[in-house]
């Protein structure tokens, strides 16, 4: 066995966390032969609420569940915390865009930031859920943690994408690899297939999808798949959104694939043309425990339009967060 892991799981009583703890619990996240310590960290009116989770990971009997405590002090909630989901946060309801939780939900994340960057490990991985995702990732960042270790979850879209370009082409899902989202876990997101390919024939997606299905079809259908999700379930997305976030922190721990790699929101250190510290969607490999970008690939001019359109998007989040005063 390893040495036991301290994991924090903000809105532990909600939607996703009622999924993605149970994943941690079972070993989903970090191997077979690592412990998790949970923190499971709410406001104080959800703490009973928490308490009756904690209650059934309890009753589970996980053999790599060490420890669970539920609080609602994030100084103890961020305790010495190795690896931090941030999914505490207002759901958006029906004809919303997710952009208008700001207001709602921006304040929550400084603080938060403030606490880990005080308390948790020093090399904290944090991976920001609860919506506007990205930009609250930025506000979490600002409080000053390790570069490259604030990320934002657009996982979901990229499995998303994986599963809609699967059902079109008949190609299956495990051999579909280099998928990439861009930009804002918004409906400016830009879920690219130019670089995807079947890696069992190398035979390029791009090259069987048709251009008008990729524009009209996939593009939106992906785009605005939250907001189908919730219209249809009468809630927006949970157990997906929590598988999502197992995928993101296990990729970050254990590493991605021999030739392939996944969309992660983190701070732009400048590429492909994406401003600085804006908290945008790239292609990325985890090698040795970090994220990093994939360098060097093409864009082309239909792309390069998507990418500035959904940068655009995030710096007008960026101006809603500073004419807050969140930062
Ligand atoms: P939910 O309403 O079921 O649960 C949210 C929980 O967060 C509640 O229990 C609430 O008490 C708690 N909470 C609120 N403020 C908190 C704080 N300061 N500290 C700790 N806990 C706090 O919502 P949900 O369905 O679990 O969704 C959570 C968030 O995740 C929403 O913002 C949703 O839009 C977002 N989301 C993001 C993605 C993504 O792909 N990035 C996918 C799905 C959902
Ligand atoms: C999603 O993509 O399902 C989540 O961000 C929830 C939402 O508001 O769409």
């Not at 959800?46 to 790599?64: I, K, N, S, T, Y």
């Not at 308390?119 to 609250?136: I, K, M, W, Y």
């Not at 701070?267 to 060097?296: A, H, M, T």
């Amino acid at each position: 066995m390893n040495t036991p892991v301290t994991v924090t799981v903000t809105g532990a009583a909600g939607q996703i966390a009622y999924s993605l703890l149970f994943r941690i619990a079972a070993g989903g996240v970090f191997g077979p032969t690592t412990p998790v310590r949970l923190r499971l960290l709410e406001i104080p009116a959800a703490v009973r609420a928490a308490d009756g989770v904690a209650m059934e990971l309890f009753d589970a009997a996980f053999p790599l569940l060490a420890d669970v405590e539920v609080t609602d002090d994030p100084a103890v909630g961020f305790d010495g915390a190795d690896a931090a989901f941030l999914v505490g946060a207002k759901p958006r309801g029906k004809g919303a865009e997710r952009a208008e939780l700001l207001a709602d939900n921006g304040g929550i994340f400084g603080p938060q930031g403030r606490a880990i960057a005080g308390h948790a490990a020093d090399d904290v991985r944090v991976l920001v859920v609860g919506n506007p995702a990205n930009t609250n990732a930025s506000i979490v960042a600002a409080a000053g943690l390790p570069a490259g270790h604030v990320t934002a979850m657009t996982r979901l879209d990229h499995n998303r994408a994986l599963a809609q370009v699967s059902a079109a082409s008949g190609v299956p899902v495990a051999r579909l690899q280099r998928m990439t989202v861009w930009g804002n876990h918004s409906a400016t997101q830009f879920p690219d297939i130019a670089e995807l390919r079947d890696a069992a024939t190398g035979e390029r997606l791009a090259d069987r999808l048709s251009p008008e299905w990729v524009a009209d079809e996939f593009i939106p259908r992906v785009a605005r798949r939250g907001s189908e999700i919730i219209d249809v379930r009468g809630a927006s997305s949970a157990a997906s959104a929590a598988s999502a976030a197992v995928d993101h922190m296990h990729d970050w721990v254990h590493g991605t694939p021999e030739g392939d790699w996944v969309s992660v929101a983190l701070p732009s250190d400048g590429s492909y043309g994406v401003p600085e510290g804006l908290v945008s969607s790239f292609p990325c490999c985890s090698v040795d425990g970090e994220w990093e970008i994939v360098r060097g690939l093409e864009i082309g001019a239909d792309q390069r339009a998507r990418i500035d359109a959904t940068v655009a998007d995030l710096q007008a989040e960026a101006a809603t967060v500073r004419s807050l005063g969140l930062v």
